[in-house]
């Protein structure tokens, strides 16, 4: 249960997408699943839960990672994916 002060915290939070500096490299292992499921905030608002499922997990039903992506992210993840991989929003051909 979520009490009337979490409730309140959580609907201040600003949602944030940034560059990351941390050294990474592409990862070797295959067969990492991904699931998304549609959804709706306590707003109505709608959002987009994704989730990770790694190919050594013994549980394969259970994720690895999640996020939720709203609007706001939803925009700066865009305008990256289109930049990244030269793609052209829809209308703009």
Do not use: C
């Not at 409730?7 to 500096?21: F, K, M, N, V, Y």
């Not at 939803?74 to 990256?80: Q, R």
């Amino acid at each position: 249960m979520i009490t009337h002060a979490r409730a309140e915290w959580r609907r201040r939070l600003e949602p944030t997408l940034w560059e990351d500096s941390q050294r990474i490299r592409p990862s070797p292992e295959a067969g990492i699943g991904y699931r998304y499921q549609l959804m709706s905030d306590e707003n109505g608002e709608p959002l987009l839960h994704l989730s990770t499922f790694g190919s050594k997990r013994v549980s394969k039903s259970k994720s690895s990672q999640s996020s939720q992506i709203d609007r706001t992210i939803e925009i700066t993840l865009k305008e990256l994916l289109y930049g990244t991989f030269g793609l052209t929003a829809p209308g703009e051909d």
